[in-house]
């Protein structure tokens, strides 16, 4: 079964811009949630999607937005991009919404902006 | 949401048993407690997951005591590719509002020499 797969890998962004980043689960998943992982703050919670709908989201700006598809796959926006947003933005999904956090993760894209 | 609290870091020999405690005293009932591995520019990789007493599978074993308030993952003979960070997170289904603090805390960066 193929694993979670996140694209693109690899981004740089000016600071003021926007990027869209795209997560498609393990097949049969229907969580998927976000993270962004820094050297500082480590990794942190950024929302989670479950069969279309936001069901939590985490501490961060409204420039962090995110949506689901019917096919479970999962789009996180970021506008107005800050030097601070530059990290390592993760995807995970699971099979349902509850019963713990048994995730798979994707490699995740690294974004850097300048 | 249950704050974990893990060693910073271990060091250990190739061939030995390796136990990192994670400390979650305010966990909740709902809550599972689940470990993940993570090497540098990866995401993290899901071990383990237990809810109480002990879990096994073919890399891990999990020790939760009666009452809850930590557990311990057990690595059977590690090897020089077991050297990662290793997190303890403690969660379920999350109350779906905002500002869900599901976090992985620092995590434990296990060496292992030859």
């Known amino acids: 079964k193929a694993g979670v797969t996140q694209t693109p890998r690899y981004l740089i962004k000016t600071r003021g811009q926007q990027v869209t980043l795209s997560c498609s689960p393990i097949?049969?998943?229907?969580?998927v949630s976000w993270y962004q992982q820094t050297p500082g703050q480590g990794l942190q919670f950024l929302f989670e999607y479950f069969s279309e709908t936001q069901r939590n989201k985490g501490n961060f700006p409204g420039r962090f937005s995110g949506r689901q598809f019917s096919n479970s796959r999962s789009e996180m926006n970021v506008s107005t991009l800050e030097l601070g947003d530059s990290a390592l933005y993760l995807c995970?999904?699971?099979?349902?919404?509850?019963?713990?956090?048994?995730?798979?993760f994707g490699p995740g894209t690294r974004l850097t902006v300048t | 949401l249950a704050k974990t609290t893990q060693p910073i870091s271990m060091d250990s020999y190739e061939g030995q048993e390796v136990n990192i405690t994670c400390s979650h005293n305010?966990?909740?009932?709902?809550?599972?407690i689940t470990w993940y591995q993570q090497f540098p520019s990866q995401g993290p990789r899901f071990i383990i997951q237990?809810?109480?007493t002990k879990v096994t599978n073919e890399v891990a074993s999990l020790f939760i005591p009666a009452d809850r308030k930590s557990s311990t993952l057990s690595l059977p003979r590690v090897s020089l590719s077991d050297t990662a960070v290793y997190y303890c997170l403690v969660g379920d289904i999350g109350s779906g509002g905002s500002n869900y603090k599901l976090t992985f805390g620092k995590g434990t960066l296990l060496t292992v020499n030859p």
């Open positions: 097949s049969g998943h229907r969580s």
């Open positions: 305010n966990i909740a009932t709902n809550d599972y």
């Open positions: 237990g809810y109480k």
């Open positions: 995970a999904s699971r099979l349902r919404s509850d019963g713990g956090y048994e995730q798979y």
